[in-house]
């Protein structure tokens, strides 16, 4: 599979993504020594992050061009919904937390900022520059997990984050992962280099908004008013 425009992509935000596996939350996660209240905070900012994030590719629904890739990215918004939804379902069942009071809970600015901007990407361009902000999130959560298992081998038996590691180092999502890699190289394919660059700086810009996510929530900042 060519993946020309995904090494590019990659290579430009390789200092935001190595950061990702310092940062302490991701560390605590690892070695299980994550403060719970922390990851409840998360789960519930993921899961609201998750609602806004399953919009991003209906509207790449919407401006596909092709059955294909209508049916592709429709598929996503299903296994959101119904497969990584699942995880934090489990997870706010476990601490206690029911969906009515996730749905609830306001954005914290961080959280909404960052899918402010997936939308807006979305909305205001192509079906292309939406593979890549999704890609962003979608692929850093593999690449993360799998590092957790080279780091801690033993972290996917950890009795209360030893799920969240299985979820996402697992060979389907990392499958899930590779289509929509396939799927942004052929979007991309004829782009310009005026246009690759503007990819690159959505990727970056979600990279970036990937790491506030992990500040966020190991500060567990102040929720939004709205």
Not at 101 to 127: C, F, K, P
């Amino acid at each position: 599979m060519n993946t020309k425009t995904t090494k590019r992509l990659l290579d430009a935000s390789k200092e935001i993504w190595e950061s990702y596996h310092n940062h302490p939350f991701i560390q605590g996660i690892a070695d299980g020594s994550l403060p719970q209240e922390k990851f409840q905070y998360y789960m519930i900012q993921d899961y609201l992050y998750l609602l806004d994030y399953a919009k991003v590719f209906a509207v790449g629904t919407a401006k596909s061009q092709n059955e294909k890739v209508m049916r592709l990215f429709a598929s996503y918004v299903s296994q959101i919904l119904d497969g990584e939804m699942d995880i934090h379902k489990n997870y706010m069942k476990r601490l206690g937390i029911s969906l009515e009071e996730a749905e609830h809970t306001s954005q914290a600015m961080d959280n909404l900022s960052y899918t402010s901007y997936m939308l807006r990407v979305a909305y205001e361009s192509g079906a292309g520059e939406i593979a890549a902000a999704i890609l962003s999130c979608a692929l850093s959560y593999e690449v993360i997990a799998k590092e957790m298992l080279q780091t801690f081998p033993s972290c996917t038996n950890h009795p209360f984050y030893g799920e969240w590691v299985r979820g996402y180092a697992d060979p389907e999502y990392a499958n899930a992962n590779k289509k929509l890699i396939a799927l942004l190289e052929q979007l991309t394919a004829d782009y310009s280099e005026k246009q690759l660059q503007r990819l690159e700086e959505i990727f970056i810009n979600c990279s970036r908004y990937e790491a506030a996510f992990w500040d966020m929530s190991w500060e567990m900042r102040e929720i939004g008013l709205c």
